[in-house]
């Protein structure tokens, strides 16, 4: 059996060889960051599409944008539940609202933090509590593993509802799901000791917490064409509905990430860049 000080002198030689915290980037200085290595890093190439090419979807892009104003503005202001269709344009409008309120000439920034990650969050808050500028949270595609405990839909609806680690004033939560209610349509929760009912109600709980939930569902024929059209005439390119068309039924869907990657199909074809 190893000994005490044998252990204790292991975990110091770990402790040495590990490599350090990254440093954080300046939260005052830039428009974009994402949690990265244990630190706030700068987000490369942070260029939002402008908010006038998100269609479909005007009256979620005029409350999120109303919402991250008056954020901005150092009003009150709701974390917001983005739920809906996949490539519906949810995580687009969070950044295109940012840039957006930037070229107001609002102080906004965003930062992005991978939802199992949501356990750094006070740490985060901490660090930004006491600037001068609004912060939007992005937890993009949010998702719990049902075998963990539940422990994260709790972890979360406390930081919403005001708990000890409550996240601070000048900074609000913008989460998307696939889901209303944010909860796994298989309950694999059978097969563990925990009730499965408390897990579903503490995610339906946390939807609950989220002061704006904003829908985004699938979208018909003519508002497809219509996001292609938007997109295409923005960087001048020509195309054929019937064409656009075919583009969306071979994917079997039809979405502005559908209506997006057949524009850049377009300008490939031409030999431009978007």
């Given at each position: ?64 944008v109303d919402n991250a104003r008056r954020l901005a503005n150092g009003a009150a202001a709701h974390d917001v539940l983005l739920w809906g269709a996949r490539g519906s344009g949810k995580s687009a409008l969070v950044k295109a609202t940012v840039g957006a ?30 600037l001068p500028r609004a912060f939007i949270l992005f937890l993009d595609d949010l998702g719990f593993d049902d075998h963990a405990g539940g422990q994260g839909p709790r972890l979360l609806r406390s930081m919403l509802e005001g708990g000890a680690e409550a ?108």
């Amino acid at each position: 059996m190893t000994d005490p000080q044998t252990l204790a002198r292991i975990a110091d030689a770990l402790d040495r060889i590990a490599p350090p915290p990254a440093p954080h980037a300046d939260p005052s200085a830039h428009a974009a960051y994402v949690w990265r290595d244990g630190g706030l890093a700068e987000a490369r190439a942070f260029a939002p599409l402008p908010l006038d090419l998100l269609t479909g979807i005007d009256a979620q892009k005029a409350a999120l944008v109303d919402n991250a104003r008056r954020l901005a503005n150092g009003a009150a202001a709701h974390d917001v539940l983005l739920w809906g269709a996949r490539g519906s344009g949810k995580s687009a409008l969070v950044k295109a609202t940012v840039g957006a309120l930037r070229d107001e000439g609002r102080d906004v920034a965003l930062i992005e933090v991978a939802g199992e990650k949501i356990e750094i969050l006070p740490r985060l808050f901490a660090l930004i509590a006491d600037l001068p500028r609004a912060f939007i949270l992005f937890l993009d595609d949010l998702g719990f593993d049902d075998h963990a405990g539940g422990q994260g839909p709790r972890l979360l609806r406390s930081m919403l509802e005001g708990g000890a680690e409550a996240r601070p004033s000048n900074a609000r939560l913008h989460v998307t799901a696939n889901r209303r209610h944010i909860v796994s349509r298989d309950l694999r929760e059978q097969d563990s000791p925990i009730n499965p009912r408390d897990v579903v109600d503490d995610k339906l709980a946390l939807a609950d917490r989220f002061g704006l939930s904003l829908g985004f569902h699938v979208c018909d024929q003519d508002a497809y064409v219509a996001m292609v059209a938007g997109y295409a005439a923005k960087f001048g390119l020509d195309f054929e509905p019937l064409d656009a068309i075919a583009w969306a039924t071979q994917r079997g869907s039809r979405s502005g990430r559908v209506a997006w990657q057949y524009v850049v199909e377009l300008a490939g074809r031409a030999g431009k860049r978007v």
